[in-house]
């Protein structure tokens, strides 16, 4: 038994017995002279966008939910219907369409959001929001409260549900009073416990005129809670508006003002991000074009920024602005991305565009996005830079033009935006949010950003989604992906699978540049989207399990991939299950369905008879079969005498209406479970293999680009071997891939700083899996080394905040590498090896030289 010692105290756990036979067995041999790709130091970053409370009650350390009284403010053109909000009406600039009218976005109902009156009863006391004498005009909004009799009045902060509150320490007061309405009294401010008894107060001297007064205290509790509530108390009569309530920790992240909450960002600093992705996501093109990010309301003084009501369903207040994540940017060492809008509203949402003479303007806001970072300190938004604190540059590298965009107004726009920075930015990289395969629309292109929200067998399957795809004048950075699709609140099985889709990353890094899971943040108290890396609340924070994935391929990327061969017990995939054909709200025509089996044998279809509809309408005539609506989802059985294993279909199609393309179903066992070649799906905009597994539907990776014409007749063509799948349309290959079931991965490189080879696996099986790993070309491996292993019981352990530790990464120390060694790695794991050796370079003509 190798032995094992501890070098994070807190567990000694059971693994790497080196028990040879345990579970399945594999060899895996490493060649460390077989160098591959550099692994780019862009590989891991973060992306961070204001999505539950990500920023406003998260990373930014403002402790005053709806500061600025701003929170209810109705975006611009949009209406409040029956406490809902509705989008204003206009075209979505690829389809005409107006938005449907079922399209209602979330919105508190609370008059004022966060804030509560308290009054003695009878005193008629009252609390409203005022707009007629702004603080500033970009903040309209105050918080008026009125006290017509002699009496004591409390209005209350609830916090981002709680105030944390620590003994001792201090936290900084700002808050604007405008003695509007001659009130006559004490004003008296308060840090209330959960239980009612107070932790500190200050009074404050409300004036006398109507010219706002602004007020500077500093508050020390003299007891800890992370319930608190803010009170201000007004004992008197009289009138009062106030404005830009504010409390700050006194310490935060770099001890910044308007800073971050320290707990947040050392967990983001943690991940050693190389770079950072901000604002969004979907807030960077709206709901609509006018509630985009503006990034010139973010800077400046916090008082005067508006803040913007979101597509996730509350105001921010922008404190957490572009100045601020530059900022964090630097002093974490993350490189910066910046996104910009291209006159375009969230196609996912309304979809609406700006006129193209006024494209000019966002190129123009863009350029001065980049100024502001990059500029020498004279020019009109580097004056600004410096104006704010910061007088040399900050490190931005990359710009986005756009999120989710795609289609010929974006295409085209890109390119005019490419050219203006380019031109003036040589050095910048820029960034595309068009999907694989879609990058020639472009006339240059750095970088594409596909999205990727998925199931845990889409990256399972995909791992390879990189290994076969077309090199060329452009790069992949994956801005957003995640396991989002039956792993409850984001557990250990989605980690792995993640896992598994960066091992297949991280071996084609000369394509795949640069990573960030998404999304960052949730306050577990108001939360719109589920799982995220991170949870938290008003004093706690916890990664998931899929933080720590990300933590372990940051912290072990190596500086290039070595090759590796990876010999496991092959799990053959049997494909047998009849074929159907159908249309995803869309008219298609099927006709000269032929089968060819693996003998040679074939089977033609008679396309009048021997059919079962499931769902839709369908006819033949002149030998084509029919689908049609009213369901969405169209299909049609061919009810064969027996199932097909491994075969060739070939047919011809033609879609006659609709949205999409063809649905084409094999290896069905049942209506539920079998296989479907979706052609032009996704909007008419890929093409992929994807499982039928009970109600899901999980894409086997890759898929491509593909739009399906209407009124043409294709020939498709589908060869099934084994479990691999080859899709060709009219004779050209279009895709391939393979339905795995076998769910272990693995990355190799070397780490030049250190020394090391560093081998990451995942084995997301129930079954321990014993491995002999054989190093060729090394002199000297140390037997001590490190292993790290992220693993749990179950695959469907999650971590809480409650339960924080659940799925946590262990650190050992291993004595047992060598040349040739056996490990077993732990069921449902992400193992790290960190083994020290020097490389042996195979004799060749030129190391012969340089070692005489
Ligand atoms: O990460 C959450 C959202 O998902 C992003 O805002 C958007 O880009 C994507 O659809």
């Not at 201090?170 to 003695?179: A, E, G, I, K, M």
Request: glycine letters at 10%; hydrophobic letters at 35%.
């Amino acid at each position: 038994m190798k032995k094992i010692l501890t070098i994070l105290s807190v567990v000694l756990t059971a693994c790497a017995t080196g028990n040879p036979g345990e579970g399945d067995t594999g060899r895996i041999q490493i060649d460390l002279a077989e160098r591959g790709h550099a692994v780019p130091e862009s590989m891991y970053g973060i992306f961070f966008e204001e999505i539950n409370h990500a920023g406003d009650g998260g990373l930014y350390a403002e402790l005053i939910q709806n500061r600025g009284f701003e929170d209810s403010t109705v975006p611009e053109g949009y209406r409040l219907e029956g406490g809902e909000l509705r989008p204003p009406a206009l075209p979505n600039h690829l389809t005409g369409a107006l938005p449907s009218p079922d399209m209602k976005l979330r919105w508190n109902t609370a008059e004022i959001p966060a804030w509560t009156l308290q009054q003695t009863a009878g005193s008629g006391a009252s609390m409203y929001l005022n707009r007629e004498y702004p603080l500033d005009p970009a903040t309209p909004t105050a918080l008026c409260v009125a006290l017509p009799t002699q009496s004591r009045t409390t209005v209350t902060n609830s916090g981002y549900w709680g105030i944390h509150i620590e003994k001792g320490k201090n936290y900084r007061l700002v808050l604007y009073t405008s003695n509007i309405g001659r009130f006559k009294g004490d004003v008296t401010v308060r840090l209330i416990s959960e239980n009612g008894s107070e932790l500190c107060s200050h009074r404050i001297d409300a004036g006398t005129g109507k010219a706002w007064k602004r007020h500077d205290a500093t508050l020390t509790p003299t007891d800890s809670d992370s319930r608190a509530r803010f009170v201000i108390e007004l004992d008197g009569q009289g009138t009062l508006l106030l404005d830009y309530v504010s409390l700050f920790p006194q310490e935060t992240f770099r001890n910044r003002e308007n800073g971050l909450r320290r707990d947040v960002a050392e967990t983001l600093e943690a991940l050693h991000p190389a770079f950072i992705r901000w604002p969004g996501g979907g807030i960077v093109e709206g709901i609509t074009l006018s509630n985009r990010v503006k990034w010139k309301e973010t800077i400046g003084d916090p008082v005067k920024r508006p803040g913007q009501y979101n597509l996730w369903g509350y105001r921010s207040t922008y404190g957490f602005g572009y100045h601020e994540f530059l900022q964090f940017c630097e002093d974490i060492g993350a490189d910066a991305m910046f996104v910009c809008n291209a006159g375009l509203g969230g196609q996912a949402a309304v979809g609406d565009a700006c006129p193209e003479e006024e494209l000019d303007l966002f190129i123009a806001d863009a350029l001065d996005a980049i100024d502001y970072a990059l500029g020498d300190g004279t020019t009109d938004w580097s004056r600004r830079r410096v104006e704010n604190g910061h007088p040399g540059p900050f490190p931005l590298k990359y710009v986005e033009i756009g999120n989710e965009n795609w289609g010929p107004v974006y295409e085209k726009r890109y390119d005019r935006f490419y050219k203006a920075i380019k031109t003036k930015y040589p050095q910048l990289t820029i960034i595309s949010t068009l999907g694989f395969g879609e990058q020639h629309r472009h006339e240059k292109v750095d970088l594409i950003d596909p999205h990727m929200y998925v199931s845990p067998e889409f990256f399972f399957e995909g791992a390879r989604m990189f290994d076969g795809m077309e090199r060329g004048q452009y790069g992949i950075y994956v801005g957003e992906y995640a396991v989002t699709q039956n792993v409850g609140d984001g557990n250990l099985l989605g980690a792995l699978a993640e896992a598994a889709f960066l091992t297949g990353a991280e071996r084609n890094c000369d394509l795949v540049r640069m990573t960030s899971y998404a999304p960052l943040l949730t306050h577990v108290d108001d939360r719109a989207w589920s799982p995220t890396l991170i949870q938290l609340d008003a004093h706690r924070i916890t990664g998931r399990s899929s933080y720590y994935v990300q933590q372990l391929f940051a912290h072990n990327r190596p500086s290039y991939n070595v090759k590796n061969v990876f010999g496991q017990p092959s799990v053959s995939v049997e494909v047998r299950g009849r074929i159907a054909l159908g249309g995803w709200n869309t008219d298609n025509e099927y006709r000269d369905l032929k089968i060819t089996l693996a003998d040679g044998r074939t089977v033609e279809a008679d396309m009048s008879q021997g059919w079962k509809p499931q769902s839709g309408t369908w006819t033949t005539s002149d030998g084509s079969l029919k689908g049609s609506g009213p369901d969405v989802v169209r299909r049609n059985l061919w009810n064969t005498a027996e199932p097909f294993g491994d075969c060739t279909i070939t047919l011809k199609a033609r879609k006659t209406a609709g949205a999409e393309g063809f649905l084409v179903y094999f290896g069905m066992q049942d209506e539920q479970h079998g296989y479907v070649l979706n052609i032009g799906g996704w909007n008419n905009r890929s093409t992929a293999f994807q499982r039928v597994s009970d109600n899901d539907t999980p894409i086997i990776a890759n898929y491509t680009a593909q739009q399906i014409e209407t009124g043409r007749w294709y020939d498709i063509r589908i060869d099934i071997e084994g479990g691999h799948f080859t899709y060709y349309l009219d004779g050209k290959k279009s895709l391939e891939v393979y339905a795995d079931t076998t769910r272990r991965f693995i990355a190799t490189g070397y780490d030049d700083r250190t020394g090391e080879l560093i081998v990451k696996f995942v084995n997301a099986a129930p079954d321990r899996f014993s491995a002999t790993i054989d190093l060729a070309h090394v002199s000297n491996v140390e037997r001590l080394g490190r292993v790290v292993t992220l693993s749990s019981q179950n695959p469907t352990d999650e971590n809480s905040l409650d339960d924080p530790r659940k799925v946590f990464p262990v650190e050992n120390c291993y004595d047992g590498f060598a040349e040739k060694f056996n490990y077993v790695f732990e069921p449902w794991s992400l193992t790290v090896l960190r083994i020290r050796t020097k490389i042996k370079q195979p004799f060749t003509p030129e190391n012969n030289k340089t070692q005489q």
